[in-house]
Structures are given as C-alpha cells and as structure tokens.
C-alpha cells in the first residue's frame, strides 16, 4: 500500500466511527468497539490496533490490508478494495475546488509567528525562518518538540497537516501527520 491512500483509510475510520454511533474518546471505547467488530464480523480486531488507527495513541502510518478488510466488512462492505471502488464511482468524491483559510509560507517573512493546533489539545507556536522552513518555538501535548524543524508550503484549516520529514537535531523523523482526524482546528498568525 501506499501512503496516497490515506484519505479512503480517513474516511472509513470516519463511517466505522459513524457505524459504532458515537465518538471514539476514551480507551473504554476502543475496547467496546473491538468488541462489536468482533461480535459483527467474527473476526477480531484488539483495541490497541484501533488506538493507533485514530491515532489515540502512536500511530503506525500505514495499516495492514487486513485490519481494512476487517474495518470495511463491520460497515457492510464485503472488504477495502470493494470499499475504494465504491468511493472512486461516487461523485461526492471528485476532485474539486475548495476554500478554506489558508497560511502560505509565500505570504510569511522571516521572522512571523503562527500557532496550530489539532485534536486532543495539540498545539505549536512555529517561527517562520524563510523558504518554507519553520521552527517549534512551543509545544503543547504533541510528538513535535520544541527546536524541530520542517519544511511547509502552506497550512490548511480543517484538513491534515503532511510532514514529510522533522529535522530534530541531527536525526530526521520518518513522515508525520497531524490532525488526521479533522484536521487543523487552530490556525493564526501571531
């Protein structure tokens, strides 16, 4: 698999949240749902799985075909290939035009301060240091440390934010994503 399928695993784990009738909150909850996953499709899906998938704890990039296949036959589809083939004949799904409030690092100079955030209470104050590249002044209850840096071309609000790779140090981070699950929900120019 690769990591351009990110928006069909986005949207299953939506509808399987949507199935399960609630908001996956706490680790009672995970626990439910492998419950029901198991009860509904006879095949067994631990809650420790479902935590990294909503990303309530860390979070593996990319899940097993197997763990889809599992997540789509509880939403009444017979596996996950079936259920990105729904997807690409659906016209809610066709690529669009859209606005949102954006930052660009175009609009920025060196020197200007912003603040994001995203789900549960993750939020940086990044100093913007020019072509594209920012550094973690603050960091609020995220993976991301003060003193990382990274590369952005733009923020979205409401939609994930794609790091392709953190400097920390002398070290680089594998890819990270923030706010998989609704995106930036905090997004200002200091």
Avoid: C
Avoid at 37 to 51: F, M, N, P, Q, V
Avoid at 127 to 138: F, M, N, R, S
Avoid at 156 to 171: A, V
């Amino acid at each position: 698999m690769s990591t351009g399928m990110i928006p069909e695993i986005n949207y299953l784990l939506q509808l399987v949240e949507k199935q399960y009738g609630r908001k996956l909150a706490s680790t009672k909850d995970f626990e439910s749902l492998s419950v029901i996953i198991e009860h509904d499709t006879g095949e067994l899906l631990s809650s420790s799985t479902l935590k990294r998938l909503y990303g309530y704890v860390t979070l593996k990039p990319i899940p097993r075909k197997s763990t889809l296949d599992i997540l789509a036959r509880y939403i009444g589809v017979h596996n996950y290939e079936q259920f990105r083939q729904t997807l690409k004949n659906n016209p809610t799904f066709n690529s669009n035009f859209f606005s949102t409030k954006t930052i660009s690092s175009s609009e920025l100079k060196s020197g200007d301060r912003l603040r994001i955030g995203w789900a549960p209470n993750r939020v940086l104050t990044l100093l913007y240091l020019g072509e594209d590249q920012y550094e973690v002044e603050e960091s609020l209850n995220s993976k991301i440390l003060v003193g990382d840096r990274f590369s952005q071309v733009s923020f979205l609000y409401g939609y994930p934010l794609y790091i392709t790779s953190i400097q920390r140090g002398e070290e680089s981070t594998s890819s990270f994503i923030a706010g998989m699950q609704g995106g930036l929900n905090l997004l200002e120019l200091l």
